[in-house]
C-alpha cells in the first residue's frame, strides 16, 4: 500500500492524538524533533509516475519497505515511504525535495530516472544536506560534480549505471557479439541530444574502434523528433554493418519506423524504452530483432535476489517492474543497511556509512567507488560485481543474449535486416 | 484621487490579505511556504499579462517569452561570471525589455489570432535557440545557477511576497491611473481613443514594457530561488497556459485577480497531489467549469454578478 | 537519389500537416473558433485506435474506424459542452468572446491530454498500420504505409471539396462561413449547420491523427506542438482559407524536410519558425487570407 502525502498513517494518528492534548506546542514545527530518534525511517521518493519506467520507483521501494518492515524493520524501526509524482519536471521535482526534507523529514531521497532531474536536485542535495540516490540516471556529470566538491556534494549517490559505463558495457558485449560473433566491421552511432548521451557518446567513439568496429558517422537528433525517416536514410547512405544506439526519452517511433522502412541495419546498444515489458505491444511488434542493453531480463537470474524481486513484484502490482525498480528496491534496502551500520540517520554518517556499501541486490553487487576517484560515489563494474545483460526482442518476448553464462537464446534478425561484414 | 483608489474595497481588501500572508512562516510548514513562494512569483506573472491584455486587448500567447529572458539572461549570468545576484537579476530585466521591445514591434501591427500567432512564435524560436545554444544555456537539461538567494524558507517566503505585493500595487496603481484608464479604453476601441488625440500605439508599446519589466524580473528572482532554469520551467508553452488561464481565472482586467487565480491554481495543484496523475486533469477541469460558469472569474465571483464582464 | 527521397518524405509529411489544417481552418472559417483542443483530438484518435486494434484486437481496419470516431465523439463534445456554451453566454461581451474561447478549448485540450496520459501513460504509441511493407519509387524505398498515408489524406480533402462544392448540404456550409444571417434568411437552422461542420472537423481531426499514428506514432506530449503546427500553418496560409492551408502545409513541410536532410535533423523547425516571422512581418494577413 503507497502512502502518498496527505494520507495519514496509523502512526501519524498516535502522534496526533498525544500533541492535540498539548495543542499549542503541537503547533510549533519542532515539536516533531523528538519523535526522529524513535520513529519511523523515512525515505522519500520522487519519480515520474506517469512515464511507464518511471512508475516502477515508488512501488518497488515500498515492496522493500514492506519486507524490511515484515522482518522487524531497521533496529526495530519501520521504514515509511513518502513518494512524490513530480511529472517528469525538474522544478516539480526541487519543489518535492525541498517538501520532502522540510515538511516531512525525510532521512534521505531516492529520486527519478532522468539525469536532467537529478542533476537539478544534486545541488538541493547539498544545500539541504540530505542523502540523494538515483536509481536510473545515467550522466556522468552527476559524479563528476561530487568528484569536484566533494564536501558539498557528498551527500548524492549514483545509483545506477553511469554513461561511462555503460558505454563500457555496450563494447564489452558488441566485441563479444558483434565482432567475434558476426564479423562487423563498421558502425554509426545514433543518439538523441540530452544530458547522459554526451558522456555516453564519448564513451562510444574512444571504445568502439577498440573492438575493431570502425565509427563512421555519429548522428544527434532531438529528443522531440518524430519523424526519424532522414535520420536512418542518412545512416543506410553511409552503409555500416551497426547502428549503436544511445535513446531514451523516444524508443517506441524510431524502432517502428525502422521497421516500417526496413532500414536492412540491426540497432543494438542502449533503448531505455525496449527494456519496458509493453515496449512490443506499443511498437505492434516492430521490436522485433531490437538488441538492448539492461540491467534484469525475465527470468535471467543476476544474483540470487533477481527473481524472487521479480515475482514478488509482479505478485502486488500486476506488472514487470522497469530497470528502475530493480534498482529502487536495492537502494531501499542498502540504505536500510547503511542506517543499521551507522547506528543513525544522521547524514554526516550515512554518507560514511553508504561508502561503505557492500550489498548484493538484484542486478549484481552494489560497491561504490571511494573519494578521490574520477566517479566517486558511482556503481563499481566488472565481473563480480555489475556486468548488466544484453538481451533481444523475439517473437513478443525478451531473450537475455550476453554475458554467455546467461544467454537464453541465439541471435536471430528480422528478414529485412543484413547482418554481417559489409553490410 | 489616490485617496479613492486606496479606500476601495479591493485595496484594502487585498492590503489585508498580504498582511495576513506575510505572517504565514510563523505558523506553516517550509513545504508550504515554498509552494507559495513559486505561487507569488507565477501572481506576478498574471498580473503583468494582465496588464498587457487590458491594455492591447489583445491575447499574448507568449509571456513566458519575456519571463524566460529574464530568468535565462540572470541564470546564464551567474553561471559565467558570478557577479553579485542584483547585477544578475538587473540584467534579466534590461533583457527582457528589450525582448519586449522587439517583440512588440511586429507584434502591435497585427491584431487577433495573428496577434497570438507573433507571441507563440517568439516563444517556440526562444525555446529552439535555447535547446540548440545548449553550450551556453544548459539546453534541454537546464542550467544550474551556483548562487541563490537563501535558502532559508521563511526569507524567500518575504522576499516573493513583499515583491507581489509591491509588483500589484504598482500594476494595479498603473491600471486605474488616469493613463491607464486611457489605455484600456484604446485597448477596446482604438479609433475612439485615436480620435481622442491620443497615440495609441505608443501607449501599447508602454504596456509591452512594462509588461516585459515585471515579467522579466519575476524571472530572474525565481531562477535565484530556484538554483535552477530550464525550458520546462520558464519557457514552454505550458508554462506561458498557466499564467494566462491564472489571469482569466482570476478574472481579467483586475490585476489584483490574476494574481488570485495563479496563486489559486498552484494551491489546487499542489492539494491535489495525492491524486498524483489526476491532479492536473482536475485542476484543469475546475479551471475550465470557472470560465464557463463564472466568466468574471474568481474575483467576479466574489463580486457578484453585478460585475460587468 | 537524395532529391527523391526528400520529395516523396516531403509529400508524405506535408499531406499529413495539411489533413490537420485543413480541419483546423474549417473550424475557424465556418464558427471563428480557434480550437487549441485540435492536437489533443488528434492524439485521442489515434491512441484510441492503438487501444482498439492492439488491446482489443480487432484489426487494423476497425481499429482505424474507431479513431476516427473517438475524433468526431470528441470534436462534438467539445462543441457542445464547452463552444456553444460561450458563444450562447449572455454575460460575456462579444468581443470578450474569442477569449474565452481560447482559455476553454485549451484547458479541454490539457483534460484531453492528461486524461490519456492517465490512462495509458505518455509513452509513444503507434497505431496498428492497415498497410505494410515497402515498395520502391524511382529506386526510393518507401514504407508502404506512407504512400497510404498520402493518398488518404487526398482522398479525405478531395471528398471534402466535392462536399462542399457540389452537396447542398456543403453549400450550405460555406454559405454559413460567409453570411451566417443570411443563411437563417434561407429557412437553414444555423445551429444544424454549426453541428455538422463539428462534425466533419472531428472526422478529419479523427483521420488525420490516426494516420499520424500509424505513420510516426504520438504520445500525449505531442498534442500541444500538433495544435501549434496546425495553427502555424493554418495562420501562414491565411486565416479561413483552405486552399492557403494547403499550399502553406506543404510549405511547411518541405521546409522541414530539407532541413532534415540538407542541414541536420536536429534543426528541423527552425527554418518554419523564422518563415513564420517573415510573414507576421511583410504580410500578416497570410498568403492567401481574405482580411
Known amino acids: 500500500m503507497i502512502r502518498f502525502n496527505g494520507v495519514i498513517s496509523p502512526a501519524a494518528v498516535t502522534r496526533g492524538m498525544l500533541g492535540a492534548s498539548a495543542v499549542v506546542v503541537a503547533l510549533a514545527a519542532g515539536s516533531f524533533a523528538w519523535a526522529e530518534d524513535q520513529g519511523p525511517i523515512k525515505i522519500g521518493v520522487i519519480a515520474e509516475a506517469q512515464a511507464v519506467a518511471g512508475s516502477s520507483i515508488p512501488l518497488a521501494a515500498q515492496l522493500a519497505a514492506d519486507e524490511i518492515n515484515a522482518n522487524g524493520g531497521v533496529d526495530g524501526r519501520k521504514i515509511e515511504i513518502v513518494s512524490y509524482d513530480n511529472h517528469s519536471s525538474s522544478a516539480e521535482s526541487v519543489r518535492a525535495f525541498q517538501r520532502a526534507v522540510s515538511e516531512d523529514h525525510v532521512n534521505a531521497v531516492i529520486a527519478s530516472y532522468v539525469s536532467e532531474v537529478v542533476l537539478a536536485l544534486e545541488p538541493w542535495s547539498a544545500r539541504l544536506k540530505t542523502v540523494l540516490v538515483t536509481p536510473g540516471a545515467a550522466s556522468d556529470v552527476i559524479t563528476a560534480n561530487i568528484a569536484k566538491d566533494y564536501e558539498h556534494n557528498k551527500y548524492t549517490f549514483h545509483g545506477y549505471l553511469t554513461s561511462g559505463s555503460l558505454s563500457q558495457l555496450v563494447c564489452d558485449a558488441a566485441k563479444d557479439m558483434l565482432v567475434d560473433g558476426l564479423k562487423m566491421k563498421t558502425a554509426v552511432i545514433m543518439s538523441e541530444d540530452a544530458a547522459w548521451t554526451t558522456p555516453l557518446d564519448a564513451g562510444y567513439a574512444e571504445c568502439l574502434p577498440k573492438i575493431g568496429l570502425q565509427v563512421l558517422d555519429h548522428i544527434r537528433f532531438s529528443p522531440d523528433t518524430t519523424d526519424f525517416t532522414p535520420i536512418f536514410n542518412k545512416i543506410e547512405g553511409e552503409k555500416p554493418d551497426v547502428i549503436i544506439t544511445g535513446i531514451s526519452h523516444v524508443g517506441v517511433q524510431p524502432t517502428v519506423q525502422w521497421k516500417s522502412q526496413e532500414v536492412p541495419i540491426a540497432m543494438f546498444g542502449i533503448a531505455s524504452q525496449a527494456t519496458n515489458s509493453t515496449f512490443w505491444k506499443d511498437t505492434n511488434g516492430a521490436a522485433e530483432g531490437v538488441l538492448y542493453q539492461g540491467v534484469s531480463g525475465p527470468g535471467v537470474a543476476v544474483t540470487a535476489k533477481t527473481l524472487p524481486f521479480v515475482d514478488a513484484f509482479v505478485k502486488k502490482f500486476g506488472n514487470t517492474p522497469s530497470y528502475c525498480g530493480y534498482t529502487a528496491y536495492d537502494e531501499v534496502y542498502y540504505i536500510a543497511d547503511a542506517i543499521h551500520r551507522a547506528g543513525s540517520t544522521d547524514s554526516d554518517k550515512l554518507v560514511a556509512a553508504l561508502e561503505k556499501t557492500d550489498y548484493v541486490g538484484t542486478i549484481g553487487r552494489v560497491q561504490f567507488l571511494p573519494e578521490g576517484d574520477p566517479h566517486v560515489h558511482g556503481l563499481k563494474i566488472g565481473a563480480g560485481l555489475i556486468t548488466g545483460l544484453f538481451l533481444q526482442w523475439q517473437h513478443g518476448e525478451q531473450i537475455n543474449m550476453w554475458p554467455a553464462d546467461l544467454a537464453k537464446g541465439k541471435l536471430t534478425f528480422p528478414s529485412f535486416v543484413k547482418v554481417g561484414a559489409g553490410g | 484621487m489616490l485617496r479613492r483608489i486606496l479606500l476601495s474595497p479591493p485595496v484594502w481588501i487585498s492590503l489585508i490579505v498580504v498582511l495576513v500572508a506575510s505572517t504565514l512562516p510563523l505558523y506553516v510548514s517550509g513545504y508550504v511556504l515554498g509552494l507559495l513562494t513559486i505561487a507569488y512569483y507565477f501572481g506576478v506573472f498574471s498580473m503583468a499579462w494582465d496588464l498587457l491584455f487590458g491594455f492591447a486587448n489583445e491575447v499574448n500567447f507568449g509571456p513566458t517569452f519575456l519571463i524566460g529572458l529574464g530568468a535565462y539572461t540572470a541564470g546564464i549570468l551567474d553561471s559565467l561570471y558570478q557577479p553579485p545576484i542584483f547585477v544578475c537579476v538587473a540584467a ?111 501607449h501599447k508599446l508602454a504596456a509591452f514594457i512594462v509588461s516585459a519589466f515585471f515579467s522579466g524580473l519575476a524571472g530572474a528572482l525565481m531562477v535565484f530561488y530556484l538554483g535552477v532554469a530550464s525550458v520546462g520551467t520558464f519557457v514552454d508553452v505550458t508554462v506561458g497556459v498557466q499564467v494566462i488561464i491564472g489571469a482569466v481565472l482570476g478574472g481579467r482586467r483586475t490585476i489584483l485577480g490574476a494574481a488570485l487565480g495563479a496563486v489559486f491554481l498552484i494551491a489546487m495543484g499542489e492539494a491535489l497531489r495525492p491524486l498524483g496523475d489526476l491532479a492536473t486533469f482536475i485542476v484543469s477541469a475546475i479551471a475550465l467549469a470557472v470560465v464557463l460558469l463564472f466568466p468574471g472569474g474568481l474575483l467576479g465571483m466574489v463580486k457578484g454578478a453585478r460585475e460587468a464582464t | 537519389m537524395l532529391f527523391w527521397q526528400i520529395l516523396i518524405d516531403g509529400f508524405a509529411i506535408s499531406s499529413l500537416y ?20 485540435h492536437g489533443a483530438i488528434m492524439v485521442a484518435a489515434a491512441v484510441a485506435a492503438w487501444a482498439a486494434a492492439g488491446s482489443l484486437g480487432v484489426g487494423s481496419y476497425l481499429g482505424a474506424a474507431f479513431g476516427v470516431l473517438t475524433g468526431l465523439l470528441l470534436s462534438l463534445a467539445t462543441y457542445f459542452l464547452v463552444v456553444r456554451r460561450l458563444q450562447r453566454s449572455q454575460r460575456i461581451r462579444e468581443e470578450e468572446k474569442e477569449i474565452f474561447i481560447l482559455t476553454a478549448t485549451l484547458l479541454w485540450g490539457i483534460m484531453i491530454q492528461e486524461a490519456i496520459a492517465y490512462l495509458y501513460t505518455n509513452n509513444a504509441k503507434t497505431v496498428l498500420p492497415i498497410v505494410d511493407g515497402v515498395v520502391s519509387i524511382v529506386g526510393v524505398r518507401t514504407p508502404a504505409n506512407e504512400i ?99 499550399i502553406a502545409a506543404y510549405v511547411v513541410g518541405y521546409l522541414e524536410t530539407l532541413t532534415a536532410y540538407l542541414v541536420s535533423p536536429a534543426y528541423r523547425a527552425i527554418p518554419a519558425l523564422l518563415l513564420l516571422v517573415v510573414v507576421m512581418y511583410v504580410r500578416p494577413r497570410g498568403l492567401l487570407g481574405r482580411r
Not at chain 2, 497570438?116 to 516563444?123: K, R, S, Y
Not at chain 3, 495539411?18 to 483542443?37: E, K, Y
Not at chain 3, 429557412?187 to 483521420?207: D, H, M, R
Request: proline share 3%; net charge neutral.
Open chain 3, 18 to 37: 495539411a489533413l490537420g489544417a485543413t480541419g483546423f481552418t474549417l473550424i475557424f472559417g465556418v464558427t471563428g473558433v480557434l480550437n487549441l483542443s
Open chain 3, 148 to 246: 497510404f498515408t498520402a493518398v488518404v489524406c487526398w482522398l479525405t480533402i478531395g471528398a471534402l471539396w466535392l462536399f462542399v462544392n457540389r452537396t447542398r448540404a456543403g453549400k450550405a456550409v460555406l454559405a454559413a462561413s460567409m453570411n451566417p444571417r443570411g443563411v437563417t434568411l434561407l429557412g437553414i437552422e444555423l445551429s444544424v449547420v454549426y453541428v455538422a461542420v463539428w462534425a466533419i472537423y472531428g472526422a478529419l481531426a479523427g483521420t488525420a491523427g490516426v494516420l499520424l499514428g500509424m505513420f510516426l506514432g504520438v504520445s500525449s506530449y505531442s498534442a500541444g506542438p500538433l495544435t501549434a503546427s496546425a495553427f502555424s500553418i493554418v495562420v501562414l496560409g491565411g486565416l479561413g482559407s483552405v486552399s492557403g492551408s494547403l
Open chain 2, 92 to 202: 534579466g530585466v534590461f533583457a527582457a525589455v528589450t525582448g519586449g521591445i522587439v517583440l512588440a514591434l511586429p507584434a502591435l501591427r497585427v491584431r487577433g489570432p495573428y496577434f497570438g500567432l507573433t507571441t507563440l512564435v517568439a516563444v517556440l524560436i526562444l525555446q529552439n535557440f535555447i535547446v540548440v545554444a545548449a553550450e551556453l544555456t544548459g539546453g534541454e537539461i537546464g542550467l544550474t545557477v551556483p548562487d541563490v538567494i537563501s535558502i532559508d524558507d521563511k526569507i524567500n517566503y518575504w522576499i516573493s511576497l513583499g515583491f507581489m505585493a509591491a509588483s500589484g500595487a504598482i500594476l494595479y496603481g498603473l491600471s486605474r491611473s488616469p493613463v491607464g484608464l486611457i489605455l484600456q479604453a484604446s485597448g477596446q476601441d482604438a479609433v475612439q481613443a485615436g480620435a481622442l488625440g491620443f497615440n495609441v500605439t505608443k
